[in-house]
C-alpha cells in the first residue's frame, strides 16, 4: 500500500471564491433567508460565517491579533469556544445586507487566499487538525482542513438553492474527499483488528477514488492507496451525500441508503460517525 503524501489545495481558494460570488449574484432576495443543512441557519447566515473565516484568519494568523480566546484548550471547550464565536458573529451580521456580505466576500477573498498560498506547506502551522487527531499539523494540511470548511458550506448553501453541482467537479471535490478520508486512522484508533486487516473506501462518481485503511502491526491504523491485496472490509459511498456524511448533516436512516458494506460490522460501522467539522 502507498502512504498517502501531502495534499496542497492553496490554488483551488481562488476557484471556489469565484463560484461562490457568481451563486450568490444569482439569488433572489428570498433565497437569501432558505433554510440550510447547517441547523438554525439561512443561506445569508452560512454567507456570513464564510467572511467571518476570511476575517478571522487573516487577523488571527496573518496579524497576530487573537480577540477572544478560549478559556481551555480541550477538544470540548474548543467546540463550545468555536460555536460561541459562530452565533455571535451571525447574529451581529443580521444588520448586513446581502449585498454588503457580497462585497466584503470579494473584498476579503483574495487577500485570504494570498496568505494561504504564501505559508510554507511544510512548516508547523498554528492550529493543528483536531479531528483527525493531531496535536500539531503541518501548513499543507491546515490549509486542505480551510479547504473542506469552505467547500462544505458552499455546498449547503448550493444544496438550499438547488445549485449543487458545480462543486461536485473532480477538481473540487477530489480534494475534499481526500481531506476528510485522512481522520480515518484517528477514528479508527479504538477499532481492534488483527495485523494486515485492510478496509477499502470507495467513493463513487465523478470524484471517483478507492483509499485502503490498514492495521499495522504497532496497533494502529494507516491511510493509503494503490493497494492490490486482500480485504477485510469494504465501503462504498455515492459520492452525492458523501459530503453530508463526513460534515454531520446526512441522517444515519438516509446515509444507509446510500451506502454499501462487506464484511464485519465492527470494521465498517464507524464510519457513520466519522466527522471532519469541529462539533
Same mark, same amino acid.
Given at each position: 500500500?502507498?502512504? +498517502?503524501?501531502?495534499? +496542497?489545495?492553496?490554488?483551488?481558494?481562488?476557484?471556489?471564491? /469565484?463560484?461562490?460570488?457568481?451563486?450568490?449574484?444569482?439569488?433572489?432576495?428570498?433565497?437569501?433567508?432558505?433554510? &440550510?443543512?447547517?441547523?438554525?441557519?439561512?443561506?445569508? @447566515?452560512?454567507?456570513?460565517?464564510?467572511?467571518? %473565516?476570511?476575517?478571522?484568519?487573516?487577523?488571527? +494568523?496573518?496579524?497576530?491579533?487573537?480577540? /477572544?480566546?478560549?478559556?481551555?484548550?480541550?477538544? #470540548?471547550?474548543?467546540? /463550545?469556544?468555536? @460555536?460561541?464565536?459562530?452565533?455571535?458573529?451571525?447574529?451581529?451580521? /443580521?444588520?448586513?445586507?446581502?449585498?454588503?456580505?457580497?462585497?466584503?466576500?470579494?473584498?476579503?477573498?483574495?487577500?485570504?487566499?494570498?496568505?494561504?498560498?504564501?505559508?510554507? #506547506?511544510? !512548516? #508547523?502551522?498554528?492550529?493543528?487538525?483536531?479531528?483527525? %487527531?493531531?496535536?500539531?499539523?503541518?501548513?499543507?494540511?491546515?490549509?486542505?482542513?480551510?479547504?473542506?470548511?469552505? *467547500?462544505?458550506?458552499?455546498?449547503?448553501?448550493?444544496? !438550499?438553492?438547488? $445549485?449543487?453541482?458545480?462543486?461536485? &467537479?473532480?477538481?473540487?471535490?477530489?480534494?475534499?474527499?481526500?481531506?476528510?478520508?485522512?481522520a480515518l486512522p484517528?477514528?479508527?484508533?479504538?477499532?481492534?483488528?488483527?495485523?494486515?486487516?485492510? =478496509?477499502?473506501?470507495? =467513493?463513487?462518481?465523478?470524484? !471517483?477514488? &478507492? *483509499?485502503?485503511?490498514?492495521?499495522?502491526?504497532? !496497533?494502529?491504523?494507516?491511510?493509503? $492507496?494503490?493497494? &492490490?491485496?486482500?480485504?477485510?472490509?469494504?465501503?462504498?459511498? @455515492?459520492?452525492?451525500?458523501?459530503?453530508?456524511?463526513?460534515?454531520?448533516?446526512?441522517?444515519?436512516?438516509?446515509a444507509e441508503t446510500?451506502?454499501?458494506?462487506?464484511?464485519?460490522?465492527?470494521?465498517?460501522?464507524?464510519?457513520?460517525?466519522?466527522?471532519?467539522?469541529?462539533?
Amino acid at each position: 500500500m502507498q502512504p +498517502l503524501t501531502p495534499l +496542497l489545495t492553496s490554488h483551488l481558494f481562488p476557484v471556489l471564491d /469565484q463560484h461562490l460570488l457568481q451563486l450568490l449574484q444569482s439569488l433572489e432576495p428570498e433565497q437569501w433567508e432558505l433554510p &440550510t443543512l447547517a441547523p438554525r441557519w439561512r443561506v445569508r @447566515d452560512v454567507a456570513l460565517h464564510l467572511l467571518d %473565516g476570511n476575517l478571522r484568519t487573516l487577523s488571527m +494568523l496573518r496579524d497576530g491579533y487573537f480577540g /477572544q480566546q478560549p478559556s481551555g484548550f480541550s477538544y #470540548p471547550e474548543l467546540v /463550545q469556544f468555536l @460555536d460561541q464565536l459562530n452565533a455571535d458573529w451571525v447574529k451581529a451580521g /443580521q444588520r448586513l445586507s446581502p449585498g454588503v456580505i457580497r462585497w466584503l466576500l470579494e473584498l476579503s477573498g483574495p487577500e485570504y487566499s494570498r496568505y494561504l498560498a504564501g505559508l510554507d #506547506p511544510a !512548516a #508547523p502551522a498554528l492550529f493543528s487538525v483536531a479531528w483527525a %487527531g493531531e496535536t500539531e499539523s503541518a501548513n499543507w494540511f491546515h490549509i486542505a482542513r480551510d479547504y473542506t470548511e469552505k *467547500w462544505h458550506h458552499q455546498q449547503q448553501i448550493r444544496q !438550499a438553492v438547488g $445549485q449543487e453541482q458545480a462543486l461536485l &467537479t473532480r477538481e473540487l471535490y477530489h480534494p475534499f474527499l481526500a481531506t476528510c478520508l485522512r481522520a480515518l486512522p484517528h477514528h479508527y484508533r479504538e477499532v481492534e483488528a488483527a495485523a494486515g486487516s485492510t =478496509i477499502a473506501f470507495i =467513493i463513487t462518481g465523478a470524484a !471517483a477514488d &478507492t *483509499w485502503y485503511l490498514q492495521r499495522t502491526d504497532q !496497533a494502529s491504523w494507516q491511510l493509503g $492507496q494503490h493497494y &492490490t491485496g486482500p480485504l477485510a472490509a469494504s465501503v462504498t459511498i @455515492d459520492e452525492a451525500v458523501a459530503w453530508r456524511l463526513f460534515t454531520k448533516s446526512l441522517p444515519r436512516s438516509l446515509a444507509e441508503t446510500h451506502l454499501q458494506r462487506q464484511g464485519p460490522g465492527l470494521l465498517t460501522e464507524p464510519v457513520f460517525g466519522l466527522i471532519t467539522v469541529m462539533g
